[in-house]
């Protein structure tokens, strides 16, 4: 029998390791006798994730504002949007509370890894735990509003990645969380206020540089900050996410193992997607560290139901009709 779903009146352990509330699986759950070396953390592989990351921005800043012109943003541009995109997948990390030991470091720079793309660390916590709780179910949601719908052609695929319509929402959460109002979906009075601090901060980071840019006259907050996350940072992620779940049944197929997608990847797509090629593995048992993903999914390989042999193949199945959106208006990544 699968394991089965919290009910209404259940409290939620979404915050932990070993003992985490799981999603459910057919067949026997062997997943709470996992050896515990699977849950450790490895602070300094993280740390080292980050630098490498902060060094690239750190490069292309300082390219931006010694060397502008043409060829400098047309370089630094996209590269500035791709790794963008990846601190969204350690602001994921972190928000597991996989990256490091103490929860206020995993807030912090799981907050620096979101700010780029406007993703509140504790609103995506919020959500995002709870559709691991709850994936496999009807009450399955996801935290990125994406459109999946009409991917069968190039335009409508290329409409889907760069569409900017969860703006839409960041600009309404900006405006509760300076007025202290309730934020969808979020329920508990704590993680209200988190979550309206957080857009605070955002919105100030944000009136700031423009103000600055306004000041100085300079282009740089274009540049080094607006034109990545449009024009790159938004599809990029969006080309990680698809694959996770598009097109298998994330409501009432109770089984993470089928639900699921994992795909075949290279070392330098492994790193860019932080292990998430290995999704099956990360949602069999989510209290499982990133860093550990890898042995995680050695080991339930022969279980995996969905795989793909790479990101490319699949995007053509996509295009080409032959993996398609299931579900409705409200359910996984539709909101």
């Not at 699986?25 to 740390?47: I, N, Q, S």
């Not at 109770?254 to 099956?280: F, G």
Request: glycine fraction near 8%.
């Amino acid at each position: 029998m699968p394991s089965t779903a919290p009910r209404d009146d259940e409290p939620l352990n979404l915050d932990g390791f070993h003992d985490v509330l799981l999603a459910p699986v057919r067949g026997t759950d062997t997943r709470r006798g996992l050896p515990m070396t699977y849950f450790e953390r490895r602070p300094g592989r993280f740390a080292t994730k980050i630098a490498v990351s902060f060094g690239v921005i750190v490069v292309c800043y300082t390219a931006l504002l010694e060397l502008p012109g043409p060829a400098t943003i047309a370089v630094c541009v996209p590269v500035l949007g791709v790794v963008y995109a990846y601190l969204v997948e350690l602001q994921h990390e972190c928000l597991h509370e996989h990256a490091f030991r103490s929860r206020w470091a995993n807030r912090l720079w799981g907050f620096v890894g979101g700010m780029f793309m406007f993703s509140a660390f504790s609103h995506y916590k919020y959500e995002h735990l709870r559709h691991h709780a709850y994936l496999g179910t009807e009450k399955n949601l996801e935290f990125f509003n994406y459109r999946f719908r009409g991917l069968d052609s190039v335009h409508g695929f290329a409409f889907a990645a760069f569409h900017l319509g969860r703006y839409a929402d960041v600009g309404r959460n900006l405006g509760r969380g300076v007025f202290r109002r309730p934020i969808p979906g979020v329920d508990r009075p704590r993680a209200t206020r988190a979550v309206q601090n957080e857009y605070r901060v955002l919105l100030a980071l944000v009136v700031g540089a423009v103000a600055v840019s306004v000041l100085t006259g300079s282009w740089f907050f274009v540049w080094a900050w607006l034109l990545p996350v449009l024009l790159v940072s938004e599809a990029v992620h969006f080309l990680i996410e698809l694959p996770e779940h598009f097109g298998l049944n994330t409501q009432t197929d109770p089984n993470v193992l089928s639900n699921t997608r994992t795909v075949r990847a290279s070392r330098l797509v492994q790193w860019i997607t932080n292990y998430n090629n290995l999704h099956t593995a990360h949602h069999y048992h989510q209290g499982v560290p990133m860093v550990n993903v890898p042995r995680l999914h050695d080991s339930i390989e022969e279980k995996i139901e969905t795989v793909e042999p790479s990101y490319w193949a699949f995007y053509r199945k996509v295009l080409r009709g032959e993996i398609v959106y299931q579900g409705d208006d409200q359910t996984c990544m539709t909101r």
